[in-house]
């Protein structure tokens, strides 16, 4: 199976503090490569922790009030995407996540695929 689980913000969008989310701006160059992965024939699932801190993690109501929005964007900015799955747990300001099948935007611009399953070991 040939799945690519992205994040969503300042992975797909860029950062700037000043912008709602409806109007954050796509990271052109991930944007790119993602429709490259898609073209290969990878799902595309997007997962992410918006709003899990606004709504204390109602997963409820995030579907209901964050979910039209970002498909609304996904679709403005003609991403690809298969699922979406929000409520990911927040690390908070000073934490971060651990997974051994994860990388940084800047490796997912960087590497091939073939490139990334060597960077984690990953046997096809």
Not at 68 to 86: A, G
């Amino acid at each position: 199976m040939k799945r690519l689980i992205m994040d969503l913000d300042d992975t797909l969008t860029l950062t700037d503090a000043s912008k709602s989310y409806s109007e954050k701006k796509p990271n052109i160059e991930v944007v790119e490569k993602l429709r490259e992965y898609k073209q290969a024939g990878f799902e595309i699932v997007i997962q992410t922790a918006r709003n899990v801190r606004t709504y204390n993690g109602n997963v409820g109501k995030i579907n209901a009030n964050t979910l039209p929005v970002i498909i609304d964007w996904l679709r403005k900015h003609d991403i690809p995407f298969d699922e979406i799955y929000v409520g990911k747990p927040w690390c908070g300001t000073e934490g971060f996540y651990v997974d051994d099948k994860a990388i940084r935007p800047d490796e997912f611009l960087k590497y091939s695929s073939e490139e990334i399953r060597k960077l984690l070991n990953i046997d096809n």
